[in-house]
């Protein structure tokens, strides 16, 4: 089983400022088989990033993803108030998937 | 448009059985690959359990294997999992989620917004 750990568990942001989180792998994930989600209270996930760095459909160009391997990252340039949830990754090259824990990114 | 909606979901004992249901519209269901992912009180994702689109290949985790089936109906739009033998940990709001790219097992593009079980005595 790939373990995906993230980092920070938390990010305090003010609105415009840039957001980058953190996601490694405890062994390479094949394929760069990596995506990010975005879940908000109350809400279902929702697919920002597919392929370590495709944006899915109706994605923000704000939303950028990057990496390889074991190491992976999610950056947002420029924080909108609609931002501030918390962000998943998952990687889906080998069964089980896995997601990480998670990174909350807050108002500061 | 995509919209997926889950059903079945309720208090149940430990040892207990329920069958989510999860409704499929707006897409060829029978094209896609589908994924039951939950998510416990305050707690991060997990993936339950894969069916590809013809139901050939079917996955599992760990936790669940012997407990729980996936299955799909693509007649009629729907998506099942059968939970038997329920444990206070499966308590969690499960959804149902569409595979993207064609995959069999794999990310989830389009989800709905849940239904929750509840295993207490």
């Known amino acids: 089983e790939i373990v995906l750990t993230q980092s920070p568990g938390t990010l305090s942001l003010s609105p415009g400022e840039r957001a980058t989180l953190s996601c490694r792998a405890g062994?390479?994930?094949?394929?760069?088989?990596l995506a990010w989600y975005q879940q908000k209270p109350g809400q279902a996930p929702r697919l920002l990033i597919y392929?370590?760095?495709i944006r899915a459909t109706g994605i923000p160009d704000r939303f950028s993803g990057s990496g390889s391997g074991t190491d992976f990252t999610l950056t947002i340039s420029r924080l909108e108030p609609e931002d501030f949830a918390v962000y998943y990754c998952q990687q889906y090259g080998s069964s089980p998937l896995t997601f990480g824990g998670g990174t909350k990114v807050e108002i500061k | 448009e995509v919209q997926l909606v889950e059903s079945g979901g309720g208090l149940v004992k430990p040892g207990g059985s329920l069958r989510l249901s999860c409704a499929a519209s707006?897409?060829?269901?029978?094209?896609?690959?589908m994924n039951w992912v939950r998510q416990a009180p305050g707690e991060g994702l997990e993936w339950v359990s894969s069916i590809s689109g013809g139901s050939r290949y079917l996955y599992y985790t760990d936790s669940v294997k012997g407990r729980f089936t996936i299955s799909r109906d693509n007649a009629k739009s729907s998506v099942y999992l059968q939970m038997n033998s329920l444990r206070a940990e499966d308590t969690a709001v499960y959804y149902c989620?569409?595979?993207?790219?064609?995959?069999?097992?794999?990310?989830?593009?389009?989800w709905g917004q849940g239904t929750l079980v509840t295993v207490s005595s």
């Open positions: 989620a569409r595979i993207f790219g064609g995959f069999d097992h794999s990310g989830s593009d389009y």
């Open positions: 062994q390479s994930v094949s394929r760069d088989s």
């Open positions: 392929g370590a760095s």
């Open positions: 707006g897409f060829t269901l029978s094209s896609y690959g």
